[in-house]
């Protein structure tokens, strides 16, 4: 049951400092709150520090729409000087849902009815559903043949457990559905040609940008929607975010509310992951071994993020009070200063000379209008996850 939204009224602090004493429990969103995808955003590292030590004891977990399993996501917070004990709730992202419903739907052979273990054993390819994958680049920072291996598996290896392989469809007549994991290329294949074997023109067969992620052009992706549309083939979607800011101010375009968004309206049927749904923040709480009532407003857990639509409207539709970082994805939609890892962003009532200086009365009067258009309301509002100077230098 979804919770009714807050009242038009929020409270905005100058920092997180006055938040700390009122509750037991923090959901943290990743990007535009604690990094930037490169490195930690300024304060963070040191509020989350504050707030783990014994004087504080908070219980601490990460909720994020990465495409990225759990386990991977968690290990990448070193480099940001974070480690994972830090957040006893660990981390849930997206992605691993995402990857569990594949499992599950796809790959868990337990599911079927005696006639269809039958029917998959004399079926030559029965260990092998095929998807139509849209996801990301190779790179050091992603891996998408190890969420491939996350979805059969579960266990961060690459034993399938009896179940079925997922395999990689090389057209929309042959998949059995869409996973879309990312929003950069369309890979037709499960493993990449090695370094010494790699030719230019095979890997282009093989992987086909979809000039999507900074242009936002749909003449690849609608084709094959509208070709996917027309077979009913199902879409799984990883990530649900629609924009992500990067550093630099580049904003990159996400998968969630841009494609899944354009395939449900070109017919389409969507499973979706993630925030800003309420089952994502009760899955963490259950994670940290809370019970609760999901019928009422769930006390002493708070949700900060950067995003109105999902942070913000999941944490309300999930009973649970919401933080709004200001220096996040909105930051330039709101004429503000964006929070880097040198930069402290947005500051109110503080130095004059500083860049990112707004009075309270301009920002209250800039938010209650914007959050007026956009229908949602947050509890509380803060420039970014630091503390108070005098509490910082502690």
Known sequence: MAMAPPTP????HTSFSPLIPLYHTFLLDQFGVIHNGSESLHGAVDCIESMVHPSQFKKLAILSNTSSPSHVALKRLKKYGLREDMFVGGLLSSGEECARYVRDTYCCRTALTEQQRQNDDDDDNNNSKKALWFTWE???KQNPLEFIQHCESGDGNTTLNGGRRIDVANSVQEADFILLHGSEVWRRCRELPTVANKDTQQTSNLIQSLNFIYEEDYSVIDSLLREASQRNLPMVCANPDLIVGLPGGV????P???????????GGVVQHFGKPHPRHFHECLHHLGMEFDTTK??????????SLEHDVAGA?????????VLGGIHA???GLVPTGSDDVGVVIEGDHGCKGHISKLELETKLNAFFAEKGIWPTHVIPSLRLDPVLSER
């Open 256 to 266: 969630g509310d841009k494609i899944a968004q354009r395939y449900q309206d070109m």
């Open 251 to 254: 904003v990159a375009n996400m």
């Open 138 to 140: 190779e790179s050091e």
């Open 297 to 306: 407003s769930i006390e002493g857990v708070a949700h900060v993020g950067d």
């Open 316 to 324: 309300n539709a999930a009973g649970i009070d919401s933080v709004f």
């Open 332 to 334: 330039k939609e709101l």
């Open 9 to 12: 009224a929020f409270t905005l």
